[in-house]
């Protein structure tokens, strides 16, 4: 059971364009969002993430919005640039004692930026 | 801040060995996850250590297993190598409790032959 997928294997933009990858989530207890980026060999690093008490949270050149009524949420990158091309990933969390320290990821979204 | 630390970065082992892997965590972070990353399951939680306990577990079998030392390091540990734990294991350290923002290592990229 896949609680939080990335229907989007990848994504193809040109560079300066907008960049919009999507996620949704089945378990309604996640009230955390995160958005990771990976490089080939390297670990995931942070991005940016979002409360389930806000629906939008920036930083920069990226945005994320979050639809709790249907479960999705979105990373917008804008402008998009080739060093922005990784696989992105979206992870969710919850509060609770049974899910202390554990991030559900997506299958993630491999981005290519097009010059 | 130095950023989480993984050792070895790669590690080539036989059928039936056991390994284990080390992590740093950054300095002041106290909780340190364990996840196994795999092209057809992508990244699976494994474990979480805080204050050299560990509160939580994913679904893997008892062959994997870590501890945290008192320094906040943690070392993870598979035993009777399987050809399916050849994966990238990953380290990922964070502050206690919210916001949830974990920090990643490089990673130690597991080979079973």
């Known amino acids: 059971d896949q609680q939080v997928k990335q229907n989007s294997p990848s994504l193809s933009v040109q560079e300066g364009r907008i960049s919009i990858l999507n996620c949704d989530y089945t378990?309604?207890?996640?009230?955390?969002f995160l958005w990771y980026k990976k490089y080939p060999a390297e670990g995931p690093t942070f991005l940016i993430s979002?409360?389930?008490?806000?629906d939008k949270n920036e930083d920069g050149r990226f945005t994320v919005f979050l639809n709790k009524s249907a479960k999705h949420l979105s990373l917008h990158i804008v402008p998009s640039q080739p060093g922005d091309s990784a696989v992105y990933f979206c992870a969710a969390s919850y509060d609770g004692s049974s899910n202390t320290g554990k991030l559900i990821f997506g299958q993630g979204t491999t981005l290519q930026v097009k010059p | 801040k130095a950023g989480v630390t993984q050792t070895p970065r790669y590690l080539i082992k036989t059928r039936g060995q056991q390994v284990t892997l080390s992590c740093s965590p950054i300095s002041g972070h106290r909780s340190v996850s364990w996840y196994q990353q795999t092209p057809g399951q992508g990244l699976q939680f494994l474990f979480e250590y805080f204050s050299e306990t560990q509160r939580n577990k994913g679904n893997f079998p008892g062959r994997f297993s870590g501890r945290q030392f008192s320094n906040s390091r943690s070392e993870m540990n598979v035993s009777t190598l399987e050809l399916g734990d050849s994966a990238l294991y990953l380290c990922?350290?964070?502050?206690?409790?919210?916001?949830?923002?974990?920090?990643f290592g490089p990673g130690t990229r597991l080979t079973v032959t």
């Open positions: 979002i409360s389930s008490i806000k």
């Open positions: 378990n309604s207890m996640f009230d955390y």
């Open positions: 990922a350290s964070s502050w206690q409790g919210p916001p949830y923002e974990q920090y």
